[in-house]
């Protein structure tokens, strides 16, 4: 989790942030979002980390800088005084069931967003899908030819996860598709509060399909609901067969696996059963559709599953 793996110590940011002004935004389909920035030093109102926890200074010097973040960073460096604890505790048990409570606050709190997001989905009848994947898997690229051969059957938004750059974000309104960019700064996922704010710029239709393209991470997008209806994985044949089983907790979350570029397969020494198998190993029964974002190969199957899902979406708002 992000106090282990130190994430979000930088700055989360939208498109159009800047420090303490009002910005206009306009969206490919002429839409105009005004929005405020502000500037909270660190993770922003989007973070949604749990900054009302305070230090809890109990004589223990851990670094307690007083900037205010009332967020703990995990910066326990050893000098706590071990006189000052319950006692018999030790240095590192103090530390670690300080992580733990800080990690049950980060989910509970992210869990609170995440069922206002899936309670406005469901209203609206929006099929909301977390795509999750390691760099270079081919997400935006798959991404990309969904929304182009999709184009017009009904309408469509996408919410773009990355460190740095609006890179993807361009790409994909490039297809026509209104998108926002969410970019993490040194946090390596996204989370609920930020779907929320970026749907509340952004804008999303009712009865359409909402894509999240989450930062590459096969480790803590796992972690965090966003009020998504299905998490979806991408695996690329160039990696790994044993990709499951290293990111056991990736696997057993997904509702859907994707594995993209298999015209590459005749070039390659992949193991597609094994990795299958594995998969299948975390979650028994769970769907698998062989694609290729590059020559459309088994493309039609992942759209008949979304156009599924939304019509389910649809019929229960």
């Known amino acids: 989790m992000c106090t282990v793996c130190g994430c979000g110590q930088g700055e989360t940011t939208m498109e159009g942030d800047h420090h303490g002004h009002e910005h206009e935004h306009v969206l490919p389909d002429g839409t105009v979002v005004r929005h405020a920035h502000h500037h909270d030093h660190g993770h922003g109102p ?138 993490t700064g040194k946090g390596c996922h996204l989370d609920a509060q930020m779907v929320t704010q970026a749907v509340g710029r952004l804008g999303v239709a009712d009865g359409s399909v909402l894509f999240v393209e989450n930062v590459g991470n096969l480790v803590c997008p796992a972690g965090f609901d966003l009020g998504e209806a299905h998490k979806v994985v991408v695996l690329s044949v160039t990696e790994g067969e044993d990709k499951p089983l290293k990111y056991p907790a990736m696997f057993a979350a997904a509702d859907l696996l994707l594995v993209n570029k298999v015209d590459l397969l005749p070039h390659l020494a992949f193991d597609l059963p094994r990795m299958v198998e594995y998969a299948r190993r975390l979650k028994p029964g769970l769907p698998v559709l062989e694609v290729s974002a590059a020559t459309g190969e088994g493309m039609e199957r992942w759209y008949a599953w979304i156009e599924a899902g939304l019509a389910a979406a649809r019929k229960a708002a």
Do not use: C, W, Y
């Open 46 to 183: 989007a973070h949604g980390h749990g900054h009302e926890h305070e230090h809890e200074h109990e004589h223990d010097h851990a670094h307690g800088h007083g900037h205010g973040h009332g967020h703990h960073h995990g910066h326990d460096h050893g000098d706590l005084h071990m006189g000052h604890g319950p006692a018999g505790a030790s240095v590192a048990g103090m530390s670690q069931t300080r992580l733990v409570q800080i990690e049950q606050d980060i989910l509970a709190k992210n869990d609170g967003f995440a069922t206002v997001n899936r309670q406005l989905f469901a209203a609206k009848g929006v099929f909301a899908l977390n795509l999750m994947s390691s760099p270079g898997s081919g997400k935006t690229t798959l991404l990309v030819r969904t929304l182009n051969d999709l184009k017009g059957r009904f309408p469509m938004a996408v919410i773009e996860g990355d460190q740095q750059t609006s890179f993807d974000a361009d790409r994909i309104r490039a297809t026509g598709t209104p998108a926002i960019q969410v970019n």
